[in-house]
């Protein structure tokens, strides 16, 4: 392999922290748009609905599950906005800049 080939396959240290951090990011997501309906779904019906006031199980298992999906699209939220900001902080360049970069990749 020649040495040309073997410096773009090889991956600098900056750019493996970089996909770490990206990595651990986004599993932190993926773990808190899972755990996070699933607790308030269980909480709010056992502590709230069913303990504080008192509904019946029909009721305390709708309104649970009302604020099991807003707790999604909380985390949901949460992900998109960090996702979106990081990527326009990440990469401070001119809107021209972009398709001169992808130019290069074609050649």
């Known amino acids: 392999m020649s040495k040309s080939k073997l410096n773009r396959t090889t991956i600098s240290k900056a750019e493996q922290r970089a996909e770490y951090r990206t990595f651990k ?9 899972i755990v996070l309906p699933v607790l308030t779904f269980f909480t709010s019906k056992h502590f709230l609905f069913d303990g504080l006031l008192q509904l019946s199980s029909v009721t305390s298992n709708i309104y649970s599950a009302v604020s099991a999906v807003v707790a999604l699209h909380v985390a949901l939220f949460l992900f998109i906005y960090k996702a979106y900001f990081a ?3 990440d990469t401070p360049e001119s809107p021209g800049s972009r398709g001169e ?3 290069q990749k074609e050649d």
């Not at 990011?25 to 748009?33: E, G, P, R, S």
């Open 101 to 103: 970069k992808v130019s």
């Open 25 to 33: 990011t986004v599993f932190l997501y993926c773990i808190l748009i």
């Open 87 to 89: 990527v326009s902080n």
